[in-house]
């Protein structure tokens, strides 16, 4: 009982339950991500496959989470969801037994579609379940609490693989995943805790964020139909292409202004940006780095680590740094999301200039979680800000197309990392991702100082 008082303090019920079925899901996909790449002839595929199995279901999200939108808008959380689950354990199965590509290939598609609708559904139960005080730390609570079981499958799962092989060990983690499908069903039955006086203003102005009376007392204007309005006045010649462009990228969303499109796509930008760089690249090379630069291990306390372990310990390391996301959310909500942004990206373009150039190999060891805890807090920035613009009538779309940037940066990450270093070094594939988030933060903050829509961000 006084632990599920002490979560009730920390989230909703229903916050704690979605962030539980994503939690249990995930441990076969972080896994295989690290068990794959260090023991490539467990599975009986070439190297240079590697990178295609990692990125297949970033790639298929491209997709699928306009799919998973279409669904849960049309028929509701429960039937996806609970299909989500068992399609997760069946993949993690085919994880342990097939013994071709093409049908490891297929378990990734799959898994890549079911994290489509997890991803999704956790979205939409924080933001019905939060307010503007509140959505940054439930934010951080869904990312970081779904996080425990990657670092589940990173840690337990390379160990059970050295223990028991190939089979027995993605066979218990499946049955560990299964531990989705109560957590799903009390999900589905459980009522919204949110306070009825929120619950009831929401109603009343399903089209209306909680930023909006600020935004009038900032801009002048009175409602979104004037900023609308006003928008297309000034920029009528340019209004037709702007929308055509805003409906591919993001959503059609009439309703919000120019500026607050503009700070959405923005803020998406920036999220491609981080999961390309140090989602994509930077986990994915990390132990073509650590070979390039061991060898064969690295003695520790005169104890030989091999490369495998260590690389599964400094990825560890990135899910374990994110559990620090709902302090990250709470400072946000209270000091503002472009402050943590700002502090933030630094941290990281110092881990990638470390990589680049730095001859120590420890200090670079004893920065990287660093600059794992700075992209958790940057994400959850990120997610709380477009959350808190999106209007209530179009979250599930404008969330959706959202996510659609996160899988695009993962999923071209890996694939660009190896296809670079087939005519240079680490050197330039760092480096240009250094330039590439410090490009994507200072278009982040040059819409900030140019938009009226404050209230979000300070």
């Known amino acids: 009982m006084l632990k599920t008082a002490n979560l009730r303090r920390l989230a909703p019920r229903r916050v704690v339950l979605v962030t539980a079925v994503l939690a249990a899901a995930i441990m076969g996909d972080s896994m295989l991500y690290n068990v794959l790449p260090s023991r490539v002839d467990a599975f009986g595929v070439s190297v240079g496959l590697v990178g295609v199995l990692l990125s297949a279901n970033r790639i298929v999200r491209l997709a699928s989470n306009q799919v998973a939108a279409w669904l849960i808008e049309r028929i509701g959380m429960r039937g996806p969801l609970l299909a989500s689950v068992l399609l997760a354990v069946g993949a993690t199965l085919i994880y342990g037994t097939a013994p071709w590509f093409s049908a490891l290939l297929l378990a990734r598609i799959v898994w890549g579609m079911a994290f489509s609708v997890f991803r999704l559904s956790g979205y939409l139960v924080v933001l019905e379940e939060s307010v503007e005080g509140s959505r940054g730390r439930l934010m951080g609570f869904f990312s970081s609490g779904m996080r425990v079981g990657s670092i589940i499958g990173v840690l337990l799962g390379g160990l ?107 803020a998406s930008f920036t999220y491609f940006s981080f999961q390309l760089v140090m989602n994509g690249v930077l986990i994915s090379s990390l132990g073509y780095f650590l070979n390039q630069r061991l060898g064969a291990g690295a003695a520790v306390g005169g104890i030989m680590i091999g490369i495998a372990t260590l690389n599964g310990m400094l990825i560890s390391t990135r899910w374990i740094s994110g559990l620090s996301a709902p302090y990250f959310g709470h400072i946000g909500d209270r000091y503002g999301r472009t402050r943590i942004l700002a502090v933030s990206l630094p941290i990281c373009l110092v881990a990638l200039l470390l990589l680049a150039f730095s001859p120590s190999f420890w200090l670079i060891v004893a920065w990287l979680p660093l600059a794992f805890a700075a992209t958790a807090a940057s994400i959850t920035a990120l997610d709380s800000l477009v959350g808190g613009l999106a209007p209530e009538g179009r979250r599930a779309q404008i969330m959706s197309r959202y996510a659609t940037w996160q899988d695009t940066g993962s999923a071209l990450g890996p694939l660009i990392a190896f296809a670079v270093l087939g005519f240079t070094t680490l050197t330039f594939v760092y480096v240009g991702g250094a330039i590439l988030l410090a490009l994507a933060f200072a278009v982040f903050v040059g819409n900030v100082r140019t938009s009226r829509v404050a209230v979000q961000l300070t």
Do not use: H, N
């Not at 964020?209 to 006003?230: M, V, W």
């Open 160 to 266: 059970l693989f050295d223990l028991t092989g190939r089979t027995s060990s993605f066979l218990i983690i499946a049955a560990m995943g299964l531990l989705g499908v109560p957590a799903a069903i009390a999900l589905l039955r459980s009522g919204s805790q949110r306070p009825a006086d929120d619950q009831a203003d929401s109603s009343a102005k399903p089209c209306q964020t909680k930023s909006q009376p600020a935004a009038k007392a900032t801009s002048g204007f009175s409602s979104r139909s004037d900023y609308t309005t006003a928008y297309d006045e000034s920029l009528s010649r340019f209004a037709p292409l702007s929308r055509r462009i805003w409906d591919v990228l993001i959503s059609r969303a009439p309703e919000l202004s120019f500026r607050e499109r503009r700070m959405i796509l923005s």
